[in-house]
């Protein structure tokens, strides 16, 4: 299949070229004779969201494969290709059922590749609590706040057949050091619901993390003579951070004041969506919590607290670049590449070049997706 006449993001920007696929992945030419034509649109790799909770309806914590494959169909025709879904704060107990289930899950795409005209591909797991500050809980269930322990991981990581990629922590907590020097050989280490200050950030940082969950959000704020994990993360060009852009987490000047700070090589994009994305208004649930939605907004009926956003990744682009103004060729790459480089899929994710599975969306210049192409094969 070949895609004509679309203006291609390669290597930070657009440039009119064609792209060809050989029916799994981006090649030099292809001789199916199938043709796309994309005249007076844009032609993007493939979104890949590496933190949300669920959409749909479902939500990844349900444990089970029917809900992952009903959020996998939800993303794919959302432009999500790929998917990395993220854990809740649960017992072990749970998280085992959830590591199961997303190994069954990922064991039947894999041997179906069928599936994948249909589905987001799973890439991964985010194991987001329970190795969290309960002050800094947000919408995380404090039942199961647990202390940082490696063990515990390694358990899980077993059960998901190596699926977790990404496992978060918060830095001051006993043992949180230890934690991080033991496992990030393993997975990858983010600074998430936390309270730690600069100094300890920065320690964990130095120790090997290398990412920070929801800049802004579950951690304490950046200020002039106290700087905390944000101005720690800025410090450390080693480390990633990840940005909700959903109009409600973070304010529009805060997004493009963040790209000054960062810059394009260093943010990515999450939706951190949860079940009632893509459904009206109404009570749904966060990690066993009820939550209320109410136009883009969900919050925990208990206590108030923001709890997710109801927003796909998609959206969450395009109102970066339509809303906070920033260039489209910067704020696709942060949707994109940053996040394959990340969780390391970049051998085969995240951009338009031979040898990579040919995932892309074709979209017009007012954001309407036109086309999905997953492993070279059309959605739409």
Same mark, same amino acid.
């Given at each position: 299949?070949?895609?004509?006449?679309?203006?291609?993001?390669?290597?930070g920007?657009?440039?009119?070229?064609?792209?060809?696929?050989?029916?799994?992945?981006?090649?030099a030419?292809?001789?199916?004779?199938?043709?796309?034509?994309?005249?007076?649109?844009?032609?993007?790799?493939?979104?890949?969201?590496?933190?949300?909770?669920?959409?749909?309806?479902?939500?990844?914590c349900?444990?089970?494969?029917?809900?992952?494959?009903?959020?996998?169909?939800?993303?794919?025709?959302?432009g999500?290709?790929?998917?990395?879904?993220?854990?809740?704060?649960?017992?072990?107990?749970?998280?085992?059922?959830?590591?199961?289930a997303?190994?069954?899950?990922?064991?039947?795409?894999?041997?179906?590749?069928?599936l994948?005209?249909?589905?987001?591909?799973?890439?991964?797991?985010?194991?987001?609590?329970?190795?969290?500050?309960?002050?800094?809980?947000?919408?995380?269930?404090?039942?199961?706040?647990?202390?940082?322990?490696?063990?515990?991981?390694?358990?899980?990581?077993?059960?998901?057949?190596?699926?977790?990629?990404?496992?978060?922590?918060?830095?001051?907590?006993?043992?949180?050091?230890?934690?991080?020097?033991s496992?990030?050989? @393993? =997975?990858? #280490?983010?600074?998430?619901?936390? *309270?730690?200050?600069? +100094?300890? &950030?920065?320690?964990?940082?130095?120790?090997?993390?290398?990412?920070?969950?929801?800049?802004?959000?579950?951690?304490?704020?950046?200020?002039?003579?106290?700087?905390?994990?944000?101005?720690?993360?800025?410090?450390?060009?080693?480390?990633m951070?990840?940005?909700?852009?959903?109009?409600?987490?973070?304010?529009?000047?805060?997004?493009?004041?963040?790209?000054?700070?960062?810059?394009?090589?260093?943010?990515?994009?999450?939706?951190?969506?949860?079940?009632?994305?893509?459904?009206?208004?109404?009570?749904?649930?966060?990690?066993?919590? @009820? =939550?209320? #939605?109410?136009?883009?907004?969900? *919050?925990?009926?208990? +206590?108030? &607290?923001?709890?997710?956003?109801?927003?796909?990744?998609?959206?969450?682009?395009?109102?970066?670049?339509?809303?906070?103004?920033?260039?489209?060729?910067?704020?696709?790459?942060?949707?994109?590449?940053?996040?394959?480089?990340?969780?390391?899929?970049?051998?085969?994710?995240?951009?338009?070049?031979n040898?990579?599975?040919?995932?892309?969306?074709?979209?017009?210049?007012?954001?309407n997706?036109?086309?999905?192409?997953?492993?070279?094969?059309?959605?739409?």
């Amino acid at each position: 299949m070949k895609i004509l006449n679309g203006k291609v993001f390669e290597n930070g920007k657009f440039v009119e070229k064609e792209v060809a696929t050989d029916g799994s992945f981006f090649a030099a030419d292809s001789g199916d004779g199938k043709e796309i034509d994309a005249a007076g649109c844009y032609v993007i790799p493939g979104l890949i969201d590496i933190h949300f909770h669920g959409c749909a309806g479902v939500d990844f914590c349900d444990g089970t494969v029917e809900a992952m494959r009903h959020m996998a169909e939800y993303e794919l025709q959302n432009g999500i290709t790929s998917i990395h879904p993220a854990t809740m704060t649960l017992s072990e107990e749970e998280l085992t059922t959830i590591s199961k289930a997303a190994k069954t899950f990922h064991e039947e795409q894999k041997a179906d590749e069928t599936l994948l005209t249909k589905e987001a591909e799973l890439v991964g797991i985010y194991m987001e609590g329970p190795f969290i500050s309960m002050e800094k809980k947000g919408a995380q269930n404090p039942l199961y706040v647990h202390k940082p322990d490696a063990e515990m991981f390694r358990r899980l990581q077993k059960e998901a057949d190596g699926l977790y990629r990404v496992c978060v922590v918060a830095p001051e907590e006993p043992g949180a050091m230890e934690f991080i020097d033991s496992v990030k050989g @393993e =997975v990858r #280490v983010s600074v998430a619901h936390t *309270t730690a200050d600069y +100094d300890t &950030a920065k320690e964990a940082f130095e120790h090997g993390a290398r990412q920070v969950t929801h800049l802004y959000n579950a951690m304490p704020p950046f200020t002039h003579r106290a700087p905390g994990v944000i101005g720690a993360a800025c410090d450390n060009e080693n480390v990633m951070v990840e940005m909700i852009c959903d109009g409600v987490h973070l304010h529009p000047s805060t997004i493009r004041t963040s790209f000054k700070m960062f810059g394009k090589d260093r943010i990515i994009l999450i939706s951190d969506s949860m079940m009632a994305t893509g459904k009206p208004d109404g009570i749904y649930s966060l990690g066993g919590q @009820e =939550v209320q #939605v109410h136009g883009n907004k969900a *919050t925990l009926t208990v +206590d108030g &607290a923001i709890a997710g956003s109801v927003t796909n990744l998609f959206n969450c682009m395009k109102f970066t670049v339509k809303e906070a103004g920033l260039p489209f060729e910067e704020v696709v790459a942060c949707a994109t590449e940053n996040p394959a480089k990340a969780v390391g899929l970049w051998e085969k994710y995240g951009s338009i070049d031979n040898g990579k599975y040919a995932d892309c969306v074709i979209v017009d210049e007012d954001f309407n997706i036109r086309q999905i192409v997953k492993h070279g094969k059309t959605v739409l």
